[in-house]
């Protein structure tokens, strides 16, 4: 069967596949494109044809492995996408991104009088307390967050 070549390969970098139908251009938020060099590629595929799961998104960044707290924030709005480490062209790591009991860092707080909005060193903090979707419950307020694109930190 040939494979239809839909981006261009990387030599080294981070392949995001498997994302929701038209949430790409929120993955690259997440990424925080702009704070990469120059001249590293970054390649977005939109509406692409997927056996797996109909339709979906994929978004290719040369030169960047992701921190943790960036896989976390994927994983809350597409939890079906898959990371692939590429290096010498190869695949060298791919896995499903995945969504630990708890979420630091990530999302703010909604409640402007939690005590992680106050100015203080505390980071946010929810626990997951439902997974698809994704429902998040803030440690110290209690507040319940559903809507995480407009939250994220
Ligand atoms: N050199 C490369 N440059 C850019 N992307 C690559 C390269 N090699 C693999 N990929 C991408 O990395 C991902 C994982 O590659 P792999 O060959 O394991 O995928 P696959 O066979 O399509 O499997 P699946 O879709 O189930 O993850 C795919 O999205 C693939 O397109
Ligand atoms: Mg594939
Ligand atoms: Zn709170």
Known sequence: MVRELRITPIRN????DHITNGLALDVLRIIGVRDLDKDSTVSIALHVRSGKIGWKDIVKVENMELSPRKVNAIALITPSATISIIRDHQVREKRSVDLPEHVTGVVRCPNINCISNQGEPIES???VV???PVVLRCTYCDRQVT???KHLA
């Open 13 to 16: 970098g981070t392949v995001i």
């Open 147 to 149: 809507d995480f694109l």
């Open 130 to 132: 439902r997974r698809r």
């Open 125 to 127: 903090d929810f626990r």
